[in-house]
């Protein structure tokens, strides 16, 4: 059985940083891809990068490119986002996600939340002005 832990929330100051981890258990991943969605409340939970098992592909949303890095140590079975000059608005539950490819493409990376099997808890970011 899949399982999904998010780590690495917190409150921080706007400008500041925090990385998020996903540690994967319970299979051997390959042809899979990783995702981190957001919700902030009252509001849909929204897509915010994503990058495959072996790293070589990565997708960010237009709202965080240049200021969130995703990446995996395949090694750990962990994916990791790293949030840089956070915003208030960037306040949210983050969530990864988890979904196996069986296409011959990655791309494009898949980006709608329902195109995603596996889910893990959440973890809360909270970012102060």
């Known amino acids: 059985q899949v399982r999904l832990v998010e780590s690495g929330g917190g409150l921080v100051q706007a400008g500041g940083s925090l990385r998020l981890s996903c540690a994967a258990s319970?299979?051997?991943?390959?042809?899979?891809?990783m995702g981190w969605f957001r919700q902030a409340p009252g509001k849909e939970r929204e897509f915010v990068a994503a990058i495959t098992w072996s790293g070589g592909n990565t997708y960010p949303a237009d709202s965080v490119k240049g200021r969130f890095t995703i990446s995996t140590d395949s090694a750990k079975n962990t994916v990791y986002l790293q949030m840089n000059s956070l915003k208030p608005e960037d306040t949210a539950v983050y969530y990864c996600a988890l979904v196996y490819l069986n296409r011959g493409s990655y791309w494009p990376l898949p980006t709608d939340r329902d195109e995603y099997d596996y889910w893990g808890q959440g973890t809360q970011v909270t970012v102060s002005s």
């Open positions: 319970g299979r051997t991943f390959s042809r899979h891809v």
